[in-house]
C-alpha cells in the first residue's frame, strides 16, 4: 500500500523533526522544509497529499505557500499552523481554502486527526 | 561620641541586618496572600510548559519564549512580595534566582554558555560552568558537591577549551572538512591531526594550574585517570565506553597533554561517531570535555546498577574484581557477581564467585598491567558482606538522586572506603520499566471506576492496588503497584521510581506531588474522590489515564497496555527536542522536598520550583511567628468556650460573626473556618480534664526549675493565649502551664494554598516525660498524614495541599491533641505507655485511669 506523502514547512527544525517522527510512526511519508522556497521547488516534483506549513516564515509565508498549493495542486489539503494566533490570520487563512488552523503549541495527536480527516475528503 | 544605640544600629547595618518592619496582622495576612496568588500563577505556567514539553505537542522557540517570559513575570511578582513579607531577609534567593535563569534563556536560546573556564574543578563547578564540562563531570562533579559521597579529586578541561584545540590546529579546515558530517567525512584523519596537534599556550597553562592543585590532593606520586565527558554523556544518553579512558597518568602536562589529545580525538572513532548519528548529533555538534580525576589504586573495582536489567524484582546488581575495574568494566573477567535486595540494609540475594584468575593493576611509571591473581584469592569474594551493602547503598542514593536507574563505576583504595568514579543512567527495557510482566486473563472491559479525578500525567498501567493508609508504609511498596492514597504527598518521591501509577482521593494538578510525578512521567490521577474505597488492597487492576480523568478496570486489560507515555519515549531521539526538554531541569524538579530539614535554604535552591516552594514554606514560617506582632494595642475579645481555655481572639477579617461592640464572644460567633474546626476538637467530650495530675516529686521540681525558663525562652504572647483569625485563617497561640502551642492554619477552598503548621513546646516535668509526651504527640500526626520534626523538647509539625474538608478534619484531631495532652507528660511514666495512649487516642478513648469519669461534659461549639 502506497504510504501517504506529508509535507511540513517550519522555519524551526524542532517542528519539522517531531511531526516528521510522530506521523511516520502513523504509517506517513513526510518530507521536512526550512523554508517555503525549497518546500515549493520539491512541489513541483512532487505532489503531496496534505502540506502542513507555518503561518509565517521570512520570504515565502505560509499563506503564499497555500495560494501556490492550490494553484499547482488543488487537491492537496493544506494545514496552516503559527506562534502567531490571531482572528485575522485565521480568516485569512480560510478564506484561502485552508483545511484547519492551529494555534502553537499543536498537540500531535489533534494534527493527526485532522489530517486523516483532511484524507477522507 | 556614637551611644550604644548608635553603635548598635551601624553594625546592624554594616551587617547587611534588615530589622523587620511591624506591620497589622491584615497586612501581613494581604501580603501573604498576594505571595500565595503569585507562587500559583507560577506553578500552573511550569505545569503548561512541562506538558508541552512531553512530546505530545509540536511547539518551537517562539512558545518557550513566550510562556518562560510569563513565568518570569510571575515569579518577579513571587519574588517582589516575598522580599515585602521577610523585609528582604533572603538576599540570596535572588542570586540563585539570576543564575536558574541565565541558564533558561541560553537552553531557550541554544547559546553558548558565558563563562569561558578552559579548566574547571570539580569542587568548584556551579551553575555558571556545569555547561562546560559535559554530563559526565557533572554528574560526578554532583554527587560530590550535593550528595557529599567520596569521589575523587578532579579537574575538567571544558568544551572551551576542547573548541579551542580544534580551532587551533585548523582540524576542520586541514582535513577539508567543509559540509555537513556524514559518511564523506575524513574521520580518520582528523584523529590524526588532533593527536598530532600543538597544545595552544593558554590551555597547557591553564591545564598546569590545575595539575599543580591536584597533586596537592595526592599521598604520594600523583596519577591520573583522564576520562571523556561529552556533552549529553552520562546525561539522557549514556555513550557507555564509546570514547577513550587513559589510566594511570602521571600527573605532569607532558604526559596528560598526551592523555587528552587521545581522549579528544576520540570524538572522531567510528563508534562514536554512529551512536552520534543515530541520537540526532551532526559529529561536528557533541562537545567534548576531559576529566582528570586522581587514580584509585584500587584493591578491588567494578559496576553495581542500581536495577537489575534481567528483571529481577528489587534488585541490585554489582560486578566485581580485584585491582583496577577495567576487566569489569569491559567484561573481560570472570568477576564476582552479587544480586542485592533494594531494602535497608541491603541484603545479597545471590551470589556467584568468579574465578577471577588475572587482575589489571597500576603499571609503575604509568599505564596498567596485568597480573596473575594468587590462587588463594582466585575464588575469594572480592568484597566482604558490608562492602556489598555499603554499594548498595551508593547505588540506591544515586538513583534516588537522578531519578532513574543508574549505571555506576566504583573503586574500593587500600584503607578499604569506597569511591564513586563515575555514574550514568542505566537504560532499562521498555517493557521492564513499564510495567511488570504478569500473565493473568483478559477481563470484561467493565470499569470499576470511569472517568474519575483529574490527569495529572497521561498513561495506561497495569498492577496490584497498594492502599496507603500510614505514611510509614510507604516502604513496603512493591514495584509495579498502583499506590491510591488518600492525599498527594511529595514524599512519594520514594516510591515513584518504582510504582506504576498513583492515584489519590484528594490533590491537586499544581501540587509538589504532581510536579514531581510528570517528571517522573507516571501516569497519575488525583482528586479521584473515593478510590482508597472503591479498589481493594492487592487486586490487580489496569489504570487508564487520559487527558482530563481516569478510568479503572478490573485485572489486566492488555489491549489498553501498549499505548499511554510513547510520545515522549519516541521524541527522545530527537537531539533538537532533547536540547529544548533540558531547559525543564531548570525549572520543573523539586529538590527541596522536606521544609524541616537543615537544608532547606536558598543556596539549595536549584530550579524554579524549588524557588517557589522556598518562598511559599518561609512565607508560612513569617506568618507563624509573625502574625501577633503588636497585638497587644488591638482590641481583643475574650472567647467564652465550656472549658477553662483562657483565649482572647482578634478579627483580621470576617473571623467573626455578629461580635460588635462586645468583650466577649461565644464559639457560635467564631466564623473562622479553621478556628471552628480547632474548638470542636478542644471540646469534644472527654478529651479535656479540668483537675490537675498529681506530680511526683521530680516533675514538682523540675516545673520550680522551668519558671525561669519559661519567661526567658523567647515564645511569642508568653504572657495569654491569643487566636488571630480572618474567614480561612487562624494564628493560635496557646500558653497552658509551662507548655506552649502555635498553630497556624489557612484553610480555604484551594488545596494549593491550605497548610497547617503546629508547633508544641515545653511542659513542666522531667525531660523524660516531655519526651514522651512529644513522642506520643508526633505518633499522632504520623498517621495524619503530618510530617514532623523534633527538636529539643519541641516538636514541630507541618501539613499542606490538601481540601478544605480534610483540613477541618485535621484540625479537630488537633484541637483534640491540644487538650487531650496538656497534663499527659505527667502521666507517661513508661516508654510503653506512649504506644498505649496513642492507640487509645486514636481510637477515641481519651480516658486516663485515675481520671476515669471525671472528664468534662459535651457541649459542642
Sequence with gaps: MNKHKIMVIDDEKIVGDMAKLSLETDGFAVETFLNGEAALARLKEQPFAVVVTDYKMKGIDGMEVLRTVKKQHPGTKVIMITAFANLDAAIEALRGDVHDFFPKPVKINELKASIRRALEK | MKNA????????????????????????????????????????????????????????????????????????????????????????????????????????????????????????????????????????????????????????????????????????????????????????????????????????????????????????????????????EDGDLSFAGQFETVLNVPADISAVGKAYRKVLASLFAPGPVAYQRRFGYGTADMPMAVICMIMVDAAASGVVYSRDPQGAKDSIVINAAWGLGTSV?????????????????????????????SLAVRASGGGTATLPVPVHARTRPSLSPEQVAGIAGLAMQIEQHFRRPQDIEWAIDGSGKVLVLQARPLRMPESLL???????????????????????????????????????????????????????????????????????????????????????????????????????????????????????????????????????????????????????????????????????????????????????????????????????????????????????????????????????????QVASVPLRAVIRGMVHPGVWRSEAVPLRANDFMTSMLRASDIVTDGAPRASASVAVVSRDYVNLSLKFGYHFIILDCFCSEVARNNHIYFRFAGGATDITKRSRRLQFIAGVLQEQGFSSKLKGDMIIARLANIGREEMEARLDVLGRLISFTRQLDAMLHDDGAVERHKNNFLNGAYGLPFLRGKQMPRKDP
Aim: net charge neutral.
Design chain 2, 5 to 232: 544605640a548608635e553603635w548598635f544600629t551601624t553594625i546592624v547595618r554594616h551587617l547587611g541586618i534588615r530589622p523587620r518592619r511591624r506591620v497589622s496582622p491584615e497586612a501581613l495576612f494581604l501580603q501573604f496572600r498576594d505571595v500565595l496568588n503569585s507562587t500559583n500563577r507560577s506553578l500552573e505556567i511550569i505545569t503548561d510548559i512541562g506538558d508541552t514539553l512531553n512530546g505530545d505537542y509540536l511547539f518551537d522557540v517562539q512558545y518557550l519564549r513566550r510562556s518562560y517570559g510569563d513565568l518570569s513575570a510571575s515569579l518577579e511578582r513571587s519574588l517582589a512580595s516575598f522580599e515585602k513579607l521577610t523585609s528582604g531577609r533572603y538576599p540570596r534567593l535572588r542570586t540563585v534566582h539570576r543564575s536558574i535563569d541565565e541558564n533558561i534563556r541560553r537552553a531557550i536560546d541554544g547559546a553558548s554558555p558565558q563563562r569561558r573556564d578552559l579548566v574547571v574543578f570539580a569542587g568548584d563547578l556551579d551553575d555558571s560552568s556545569a555547561n562546560t564540562v559535559g554530563g559526565k563531570a557533572r554528574n560526578i562533579a554532583e554527587l560530590g558537591n550535593r550528595l557529599g559521597l567520596p569521589v575523587p579529586a578532579a579537574f575538567i578541561i571544558t568544551t572551551q577549551a576542547g573548541g579551542a584545540y580544534l580551532r587551533h590546529n585548523r582540524i576542520q579546515e586541514r582535513a577539508g572538512l567543509t559540509g555537513e558530517a556524514g559518511d564523506g567525512m575524513p574521520y580518520e584523519e582528523m584523529q590524526e591531526l588532533i593527536l598530532q596537534g600543538d597544545m595552544p599556550a593558554e590551555l597547557g597553562r591553564a591545564i598546569e594550574r590545575g595539575l599543580r592543585r591536584l597533586r596537592k590532593s595526592c599521598d604520594s606520586d600523583c596519577y591520573l585517570a583522564i576520562r571523556s565527558s561529552a556533552g549529553e
Design chain 2, 329 to 357: 568494566v569491559e567484561g573481560g573477567a570472570d568477576a564476582d557477581y552479587f544480586r542485592v535486595s533494594r531494602g535497608d540494609p541491603a541484603r545479597i540475594l545471590e551470589q556467584h564467585i568468579g574465578a577471577k584468575a
Design chain 2, 434 to 668: 513499564q510495567r511488570p510482566a504478569r500473565p493473568a486473563p483478559e477481563v470484561p472491559e467493565v470499569p470499576i471506576a470511569r472517568r474519575q479525578g483529574l490527569s495529572v500525567h497521561q498513561g495506561t498501567a497495569t498492577g496490584r492496588v497498594f492502599i496507603l493508609r500510614n505514611p510509614a508504609d510507604l516502604a513496603r511498596v512493591s514495584r509495579g503497584d498502583i499506590l491510591v492514597a488518600r492525599h498527594d504527598a511529595s514524599q512519594f518521591v520514594r516510591v515513584m521510581a518504582d510504582v506504576a501509577a498513583i492515584i489519590t482521593d484528594t490533590g491537586a494538578l499544581t501540587s509538589h506531588m504532581a510536579s514531581l510525578c510528570r517528571e517522573f512521567r507516571l501516569p497519575t490521577a488525583v482528586n479521584t474522590g473515593d478510590m482508597t474505597r472503591t479498589l481493594v488492597h492487592g487486586q490487580q487492576v489496569t489504570v487508564q489515564i487520559d487527558e482530563q480523568a481516569v478510568t479503572v478496570y478490573p485485572g489486566v486489560v492488555d489491549h489498553l497496555l501498549d499505548r499511554g507515555g510513547a510520545g515522549s519515549r519516541l521524541m527522545e531521539d530527537l537531539a533538537e527536542y532533547r536540547k529544548k526538554r533540558y531547559l525543564l531541569r531548570y525549572i520543573a524538579p523539586l529538590n527541596l522536598v522536606d521544609p524541616l530539614r537543615d537544608d532547606f535554604t536558598p543556596k539549595a535552591c536549584r530550579t524554579l520550583h524549588d524557588i517557589l516552594r522556598f518562598i511559599h514554606e518561609k512565607s508560612v514560617a513569617e506568618l507563624v511567628d509573625r502574625t501577633g506582632e503588636g497585638w497587644q494595642s488591638r482590641r481583643a475579645v475574650k472567647l467564652d468556650l465550656p472549658i477553662p481555655a483562657g483565649i482572647v481572639l482578634i478579627d483580621i477579617g470576617d473571623g467573626l460573626e455578629n461580635a460588635g461592640s462586645r468583650e466577649q464572644v461565644t464559639a457560635e
